[in-house]
Nanobody, 119 residues
Framework: QVHVVESGGGLVQPGGSLRLSCAAS????????MGWYRQTPGKQRELVAT???????SYSESVKGRFSISRDNAKNTVYLQMNNLKPEDTAVYLC?????????????WGQGTQVTVSS
């Protein structure tokens, strides 16, 4: 069982910054990818950024140049630094952890953290 917990969301003005954190704990095995997604009511869940175990990163076009994903493998933690936030970044941000355990791939989600960008 893997427990994923996000933190760091909140209310910020346009142009501001936030740093999200996501920690995974439990019977994990080997994590091979961690990522951030976001969801707003009535829309599909959107991939924001991912990072592999070797620190290869990818970003959606909408956040490229403004957001930065990083990870601490020793702590099973992933971070999302969000700069120059825009109102359209408002969403629930969810963390996803993909890992191997007992020879199989698994995926676990956190509950999400709300990010609101508003003046």
């Amino acid at each position: 069982q893997v427990h994923v917990v996000e933190s760091g969301g909140g209310l910020v003005q346009p142009g501001g910054s936030l740093r999200l954190s996501c920690a995974a704990s439990g019977t994990i095995g080997s994590i091979y990818a961690m990522g951030w997604y976001r969801q707003t009511p009535g829309k599909q869940r959107e991939l924001v950024a991912t990072i592999s175990s070797t620190a290869n990163t990818s970003y959606s076009e909408s956040v490229k140049g403004r957001f930065s994903i990083s990870r601490d493998n020793a702590k099973n933690t992933v971070y999302l630094q969000m700069n120059n936030l825009k109102p359209e970044d408002t969403a629930v941000y969810l963390c996803n952890v993909k890992y191997y355990w007992s020879g199989f791939q698994h995926s676990s989600w956190g509950q999400g953290t709300q990010v609101t960008v508003s003046s």
